[in-house]
């Protein structure tokens, strides 16, 4: 019997306590980090509030007056926080941005980003152009439908599933959430409905470092009168008694059912993690002055985004443990209404920067390689629920569009552009005044891409996780057919 | 047996020595006790009987007559016999029409014993009358066409009897068409869900909670559930209040925060602070950091508003959140949220509540939109001199439909692509020369905005396709709200977002429809009545109601069920705001009052808590290993240098002149978790009581009394001589071999993690010792001051243990 089906049966009969229970389990988890083996992993980040892309991710500037970089950088001068001249957009383009190109197309990626340069110099980078999900530019709408991967659903259609609980279900594993709240994307079907919801494919890591209840400890044989103790007893023997006894459809149910995972996988992980140090270059990115690591701008602009790489590395490492097949992060303050190039540039260097996030964790996987992790076998996808438009605006930043930029990155990703990343039809739209909220029209939805990365993780698995894919628009029929190579 | 006493000394007497006797004792009596006339009505049966003797002999029999009832009028005066006005010894028949649907007829009844009195509709015997509040029902085809008599009977001529607080009206009545709970249904625990999720609980005393649940609905809820700075009901100041002045002083946030912040306030601010400038206290200002503690402190503070609260932080948290963490001053946030709040107390129409929030400078600094301005172009046409432009940003051009109203535009009739291309950028123009100027003068930024006209777009915008008008921007959100209230995606999301933010997470179809009907039944939306009508509405009471709490709002509840006066408030002694303690509760669960957790789509939501594991584990954690905290039983020197004691007889009703610890484990369970005890069952006391009762729990009692029948250990000589009880057996530190507490075995581990179930706690040797620590008093009002602190802080550990369960999480409809 594996952790899932073990775990499904405790959980109904409430077997999952105390001394005796687990003995396989907990010596399992005092071996060290754990290889992924053959099993293939996706780590999600979701950029919350409609991440402008197209701001480190820029075409060249022209003086032409009929080239796509000249309409971009004249109408994007206040977003970049730089004056409106040719010499300005001259320089902010040779200054600021690693050149590259890719099938006669030139790009520049911002150089803040360091670490995403390197994965594309290194062919592991898929940048897909023109997607979206649905045409709304409500945030709450938006993200529902990413986190959901369901274009059917409504604004506050809360209760459905996730594509990525779907997605670790097919696999018959769990879902890992890495945030303080769980994401709804790893929100697991109730059986083969996906309008439904079932979590106990769901775990959360929102602090892998201190997971767990206080425990009465056996081995300090403190008094009884020890008023934490005492607590301590009574709390867990309640929670037993109320495993066997409070109603199956109480709505107080979910509270046990978190209990039972925290209790369970909480010693798990504890135990696991003792022999698993957090790598210096993770640490530094929460946390001042950590051994090792002399360079103070280590640390990130939002700690939380740390915190959860953490989580995403104490994942890998315990994730025979957790059957973990889907992890999930999320940043949020991509909404650049205003000052965009000061809020923004943070954000993007957080995640992409070199030694920074994304970065340290792919290092700290890579150092770890002799105790067999494979880094291989995980894929990075990074998107946020919407693109913004052509044009900045009178505070200095952009206004919500539709298309976007979205990025697989990860060692079998064919990397390449897929799409049009600059397309020449928006020149007359940036141009038309007629046309008040120009932005990059979608012609690839989520269900295209999203369900080629689905059945490269788990073969086979689009077909329940995007059942609607079929009816899906794509910008070229065919184009993802080679988006991993084995 | 006095009144017949009496009455057959009177047949001795005759005449004028009779009157001038009694007129003596009369004077007499009332000589000796002065409150007598105000206790004539009181339930002192000895006194009343005395009275009711003197009223017999002095008045006239005559019979009262019927009394006609008004429909949906209360009437409150008193009938009966020896008892309110009137002499109804022989009964009462009250008049009522009938009326086309079911109508109830309720009352409360007063010193009626079994079968005193026989109930008759129409001279057909239908029930009998018993003591207490009750209701009684007639269908129409029970009734007559025209008037009806309901008739008491009253079958021992002589005794005292009566009724008063009668209400004829339908059984189900609607108030903006929802159905409302009927007479019998609105009760005790119906009042305490009410405050649970309306107002935190609330602060008001057992006593005022049932007076709530004897009146009528509809009136108790508006004593309940109204926006005055101050409602003494909802929370009034305790017996002896050192800190009185929150009940009289400016309820508003503002006028709270000036008070905290102004050093010469009677305020029991720790020693320390003063020491170091008074930095926490300053900190309270309107100006400065601590916000989120004067919020805090706000909604637990005796002599203001719990209600008040609840909707000021659910309105600029989550309806209409800004965010300090954004450029949204400390200033601007508390003017905010009392121009939200004073709107309401106004009674102003939701739309013009919606749009003063929306004309604030906290709103602008939110959304940048103070920059918008209606100008000539800089970049095509060179500097200034193109064609007019508007160098604005679109984000509360959107937000103020969507979030603030309610409209997403997926219902445009010319497409949701004409929602985004044409009302979010003609909302832009209308939202331009704001002005949020920084003034050099005071070196702050202003809490109002200066509407001005010289970059304004003056000229009439496309919203909502119709034409908008008004000569500022001001003017221009004013006609805004006008239409987006009524506009049918508002229609359909207003109502709803309002009572899943309040109160239920699971909302079905036919719930929603009714909710909307009713939106829609006001001609002008009133927030107030709305929520009150809901509040004693069967949708709110409905059995499969649920609402799971956020963060926030459990904390506030816990806080305000613990703190009995303000000294405990103004000092979060319970740590609910603390800026400086590192287990701070609030951030220990990701939240922050005012800094919402989604920015301007508000803050963490019930569901949301209820969805992360890491909150259920914290609320465990911190009354397992914080335990401390909530026992905490005293101070040297907090209170302005004064200790402070916790005192929970302060609160907690003796029965019988005593503190059991089964009756303080019952009303503790329903204080907390306020669930009519419908989960408080056998485990639940057991745990409680052991807590409580003794200075273990219950696992190692349980423990101590296995290892000693394993090992058969009887009770000593000497035991057997002091009477030892078996629970004082187990209590014994020595000679006992078996302690559970050092070098445990592997079968005491396992006795001390046993989880029990209630037919084990009902087996014969448990049920005895469970039954022998609930028959313990609690000594909380001992003369020696230890022991009252030792029992304050059982009272403390009871109290953890019913906080870790997960009946503290969510609140769930009777």
């Known amino acids: ?486 | 047996m006095i009144i017949l006493v009496v009455q057959r000394f009177s047949q001795w007497l005759t005449g004028r020595i009779k009157h001038v006797l009694l007129l003596s004792l009369m004077s007499f009596i009332a000589f000796q006790t002065p409150v007598v006339q105000a206790k004539l009505n009181e339930d002192d049966p000895a006194l009343s009987a005395i009275l009711s003797a003197i009223h017999l002999l002095l008045l006239d029999d005559t019979p009262g007559g019927p009394v006609k009832l008004g429909f949906d009028s209360l009437n409150s005066h008193h009938y009966g016999y020896n008892y309110g006005q009137g002499n109804y010894k022989d009964g009462l028949t009250l008049h009522f029409d009938a009326q086309s649907e079911p109508v109830t007829i309720c009352f409360d009844a007063v010193d009626v014993q079994v079968g005193e009195l026989t109930i008759e509709l129409n001279s057909l015997q239908i029930d009998v009358l018993t003591s207490g509040h009750q209701c009684l029902t007639f269908q129409p085809n029970e009734t007559h066409a025209g008037e009806n008599n309901l008739t008491f009977i009253h079958h021992r001529p002589g005794e005292r009897w009566g009724i008063h607080d009668i209400l004829h009206d339908y059984e189900r009545k609607h108030w903006l068409s929802l159905p409302s709970l009927t007479e019998n249904e609105w009760n005790n625990l119906a009042v305490r869900k009410t405050l649970q999720v309306f107002a935190f609980g609330g602060h008001a005393t057992d006593a005022q909670i049932q007076t709530w649940a004897d009146m009528p609905a509809d009136v108790a809820i508006k004593e309940m559930l109204n926006f005055e700075p101050h409602n003494l009901k909802l929370s009034p100041l305790p017996s002896g209040e050192k800190y009185p002045e929150p009940a009289s002083l400016d309820g508003t946030f503002w006028g709270f925060r000036t008070y905290l912040g102004d050093l010469n306030s009677n305020l029991p601010i720790e020693l320390h602070a003063v020491e170091e400038d008074n930095y926490e206290r300053i900190g309270l200002r309107v100006d400065n950091y601590n916000t989120q503690g004067a919020w805090s402190r706000m909604a637990t503070t005796r002599g203001l508003n719990p209600f008040r609260q609840k909707i000021g932080y659910w309105e600029t948290n989550y309806h209409m959140a800004v965010n300090l963490d954004a450029a949204v001053t400390h200033r601007q946030l508390t003017y905010y949220y009392d121009t939200i709040m004073n709107a309401h107390e106004a009674g102003l129409p939701y739309k013009t509540v919606i749009a003063e929030a929306a004309k604030s400078a906290a709103v602008a600094m939110q959304y940048a939109h103070n920059e918008n301005r209606w100008v000539q172009d800089s970049i095509n046409g060179g500097y200034q001199n193109g064609p007019f432009i508007c160098e604005c940003n679109e984000d509360f051009a959107r937000e103020i439909h969507q979030l603030f109203f309610g409209i997403l535009g997926e219902q445009d009739p010319l497409g949701l692509s004409h929602h985004e291309d044409v009302t979010i950028p003609e909302t832009a123009k209308a939202l331009t020369d704001m002005r949020v100027d920084y003034d050099d003068d005071n070196e702050r930024l202003p809490e109002v905005i200066t509407f001005q006209t010289e970059y304004h777009h003056i000229e009439q915008v496309n919203v909502l396709n119709r034409m908008i008008n008004g000569a500022d921007a001001a003017a221009k959100i004013d006609h805004i709200a006008d239409i987006a209230i009524a506009h049918p995606e508002s229609l359909a999301t207003l109502p709803i977002l309002i009572v899943s933010g309040l109160a239920d997470d699971d909302l079905s179809v036919d719930e929603q429809t009714q909710l909307r009907a009713a939106w829609a039944s006001m001609p002008s939306k009133n927030f107030l009545e709305f929520v009150q009508a809901y509040a004693v509405s069967k949708l709110f009471h409905a059995p499969d109601r649920v609402k799971y709490f956020p963060s926030i709002d459990r904390f506030i509840y816990i806080a305000n069920k613990l703190i009995h006066d303000n000294t405990e408030a103004l000092l979060d002694l319970y740590d609910i705001a603390s800026t400086y303690t590192p287990d701070r509760s609030f951030v220990a669960e990701n939240v922050e009052v005012f800094r919402p957790l989604h920015n301007v789509f508000g803050g963490q939501t019930g569901v949301e808590a209820s969805d992360a594991p890491v909150v259920m584990e914290n609320n465990y954690n911190r009354f397992v290993v914080r335990e401390y905290k909530q026992a905490r039983t005293d101070c040297d020197d907090c209170d302005n240098g004064a200790p402070w004691l916790k005192d929970w007889a302060k609160i907690i009703p003796k029965q019988a002149g005593v503190y059991r610890a089964d009756d303080v484990a019952q009303w503790l369970w329903q204080h907390f978790v306020g669930d009519g005890g419908k989960y408080y069952g056998a485990v639940e006391r057991a745990h409680l009581v052991a807590l409580m009762a003794t200075d273990r729990d219950l696992n190692q009692l349980y423990c101590v009394q296995e290892r000693r029948i394993a090992e058969g250990i009887v009770p000593s000589q000497s035991d057997i001589n002091h009477n030892r009880t078996p629970l004082e057996l187990l209590e014994r530190d020595g000679p006992n071999p078996y302690r559970c507490d050092d070098e445990l075995s592997a079968a005491e581990i396992v006795l001390l993690e046993k989880g029990f179930t209630t037919a084990e706690l009902q087996a014969t040797d448990m049920a005895a010792l469970i039954d022998e620590m609930g028959n313990r008093i609690i000594d909380l009002e001992s003369v020696d001051a230890h022991d009252r602190e030792e029992a304050n802080r059982e009272i403390g550990q009871g109290i953890n243990f019913i906080l870790a369960t997960p009946f503290i999480m969510a609140e769930e409809a009777q």
């Open chain 1, 1 to 486: 019997m594996n952790r899932r089906r073990f775990m499904k049966n405790a959980m109904l009969t409430g077997l999952v306590y105390g001394v005796g229970g687990l003995p396989t389990f907990i010596n399992e988890s005092s071996a060290a980090f754990q290889s992924l083996g053959s099993k293939r992993v996706l780590l999600n980040l979701m950029l919350e509030g409609g991440p402008d892309l197209r701001h480190f991710i820029v075409p060249e500037y022209s003086a032409n007056t009929n080239s796509f970089g000249y309409h971009y950088w004249r109408n994007r001068t206040r977003a970049h926080g730089i004056s409106n001249t040719a010499s300005a957009m001259q320089n902010h383009w040779n200054n600021q941005f690693d050149h590259r190109s890719h099938n006669g197309i030139t790009f520049g990626i911002a150089k803040t980003c360091g670490w995403f340069t390197q994965m594309w110099d290194a062919g592991h980078v898929a940048i897909i152009n023109n997607a979206y999900s649905i045409d709304s530019r409500a945030h709450d709408h938006a993200t529902l439908v990413m986190n959901q991967g369901n274009r059917n659903s409504e604004a506050g259609q809360l209760n459905r599933s996730g594509w990525g609980g779907r997605l670790a279900v097919s696999a018959g594993e769990n879902a890992i959430g890495l945030t303080h709240i769980p994401s709804r994307f790893c929100f697991g079907p109730d059986g083969s409905n996906i309008n439904a919801v079932d979590n106990s494919h769901l775990i959360s890591v929102a602090n892998s470092r201190s997971i767990g209840f206080h425990e009465f400890n056996h081995a300090e044989n403190a008094r009884y009168e020890r008023r934490q103790d005492q607590a301590a007893r009574a709390a867990k023997s309640y929670y037993k008694s109320l495993h066997a006894q409070l109603p199956n459809d109480s709505i107080y149910q979910r509270f046990l059912e978190h209990e039972t995972k925290i209790r369970y996988f909480g010693d798990l992980i504890q135990q696991r993690l003792a022999t698993v140090p957090i790598p210096p270059r993770i640490e530094a990115l929460y946390e001042s002055n950590v051994v090792g690591i002399n360079n103070p701008s280590a640390l990130l602009f939002r700690r939380n985004f740390g915190e959860q790489i953490r989580n995403a590395y104490d994942t890998l490492a315990s994730h025979d443990l957790l059957d973990a097949r889907v992890l999930s992060m999320e940043l949020s303050g991509w909404d650049t209404h205003g000052d965009q190039a000061e809020d923004i540039n943070e954000n993007l260097e957080d995640v992409f920067g070199a030694d920074k996030g994304l970065s340290a964790l792919w290092q700290a996987l890579e150092l770890d390689a002799g105790t067999n992790v494979n880094r291989e076998n995980l894929v990075m996808l990074i998107a946020g629920e919407f693109g913004r438009q052509l044009r900045d605006n009178g505070g200095n930043g952009t206004d919500h569009g539709e298309g976007n930029m979205m990025f697989m990155i990860g060692e079998k990703v064919t990397g390449g552009l897929y799409g049009d990343l600059f397309p020449e039809a928006e020149i007359d739209r940036i141009q038309d005044q007629d046309i008040s909220t120009p932005d990059i029209l979608g012609l690839t939805q989520i269900d295209q891409h999203f369900g080629s990365l689905c059945d490269w993780v788990v073969s086979g698995s689009s077909g329940v996780v995007f059942p609607d894919r079929a009816n899906a628009q794509i910008e070229q029929v065919g184009m993802f057919s080679n988006l991993f190579h084995v």
